[in-house]
């Protein structure tokens, strides 16, 4: 039996074209119905899954490289997963050129249990030029990254992206589930660098959870906001919030948009995670209370009594970082890593 969720938030009549700051800057995730329900992607996917196809197929640029589609056997059900062991996946890569894959999809379009396929992140100024002339939320965030994810009936394990995500059915309809960020303990998080698409997910099936082995799903599932989402409708996804994607029909498109808040020179926290594995965890109890103390000055409770006793231009890492900073203190790490 599937999850139980909560209604995720709703707000109605947006203009994609001008989304106001309290969307775009919202900390809690919520639903943007029809937000793109004029798009002409949307109005064609509304007639049809063939109609849907045909219009991303007249985009696809000549000569672009293959894409990467992912599939999986009928039995997975379209839940990409790892094998019994975590030691592999239930599924396999391939390099196919875009329009070979939208004339798979739809060949299995009638079949009742095809075999599940997914082009996931795919770069659509890339694959697709043209598309966003007419298709494009003018998001003003200059280095937002756009991606279209194709396929059928698939599903996406809950995991995190450290962007803010904002996401758009634009053909088949989609069921997402939401967690907060604080529920990472209850959600039973595979390995953090042997994942299946480049982030670390969780272990559960929300299509049935195992309480027995994953007890404190029970605790997490209190906390799901939950919605299903028609052609035209969108889903705002702040930083860091677990999200699981369920595409409900034989044909799925979806459009999103990543960016970041943050200046360009920051790197991901999870090389920081990483770093604090390979240097910190495996401490004695008391070192590691120390260097609690340590992070907790310099990093998660930084401010003027951390480096207001230095002169400005002493305080070096400790000051305001910038682009130069920032390379300066890369390259001083990789140093330390290469010794």
Same mark, same amino acid.
């Given at each position: 039996?599937a999850i139980s969720t909560?209604?995720?938030?709703e ?17 809690t995730?919520?639903?943007?119905? $029809?937000l ?8 064609a ?13 007249g ?34 890569? *391939?390099?196919v ?10 060949k299995?379009?009638?079949?009742a249990?095809?075999?599940? =396929?997914?082009l ?15 298709n494009? /939320? ?26 803010d ?16 960020p604080?529920?990472l303990?209850?959600?039973? =998080? $595979?390995?953090?660098?042997?994942t299946p ?6 272990l ?19 906390h ?12 705002? =996804?702040p930083?860091?919030?677990w ?5 409900? *029909? ?17 790197d ?11 240097t ?12 609690r103390? /340590?992070?907790?000055?310099?990093v ?6 951390t480096? $207001?006793?230095l002169?400005?231009?002493?305080r ?7 682009d130069?900073?920032?390379?300066d ?6 140093n330390?890593l290469?010794?």
């Open positions: 039996m909560e209604a995720l938030p707000r109605h009549g947006l203009d994609y074209r001008a989304l106001p700051e309290d969307v775009l800057h919202s900390d995730p919520m639903v943007l119905r $029809g793109v329900a004029s798009w002409p992607m949307v109005q996917a509304r007639e049809s899954a063939e109609t849907a196809i045909d219009y991303l197929a985009f696809e640029r000549a000569g672009a490289p293959p894409a990467v589609a992912t599939v999986g056997p009928p039995e997975i059900r379209g839940r990409f997963f790892y094998n019994e062991d975590l030691s592999g996946f239930n599924f396999r890569q *391939e390099k050129p875009l329009g070979v894959a939208l004339k798979t999809l739809r299995y379009l009638p079949e249990a095809p075999p599940a =396929i997914y996931a992140s795919t770069t659509i100024d890339t694959w697709l030029p043209g598309f966003r002339a007419a494009d /939320v003018p998001l003003p965030y200059p280095d937002a990254l756009a991606s279209i994810w194709i396929g059928n009936r698939t599903r996406i394990a809950a995991h995190q992206d450290v962007p995500n904002l996401a758009c059915v634009v053909a088949g309809r989609r069921r997402v589930t939401l967690f907060p604080d529920q303990r209850n959600l039973y =998080i $595979g390995p953090l660098e042997f698409a480049g982030q670390p997910i969780s559960v099936d929300f299509a049935a959870p195992d309480l027995n082995r994953f007890p404190r799903f029970a605790e997490a599932q209190r799901a906001l939950g919605a299903e989402l028609e052609p035209g409708d969108a889903v705002l =996804i930083s860091m919030w999200h699981h994607m369920e595409g409900l *029909e034989a044909f799925n498109v979806l459009v999103n948009y990543w960016w970041r808040k943050t200046p360009a020179f920051m991901t926290p999870m090389n920081a995670l990483m770093l604090a594995l390979l910190v965890r495996d401490l004695p109890q008391e070192q590691r209370e120390i260097w103390e /340590v992070f907790r000055h310099y998660f409770e930084a401010g003027e009594e480096a $207001g006793h002169p400005e231009a002493a070096r890492v400790l000051g305001q970082l910038d130069d900073r920032a390379r203190l890369r390259a001083r790490l990789l330390r290469n010794r």
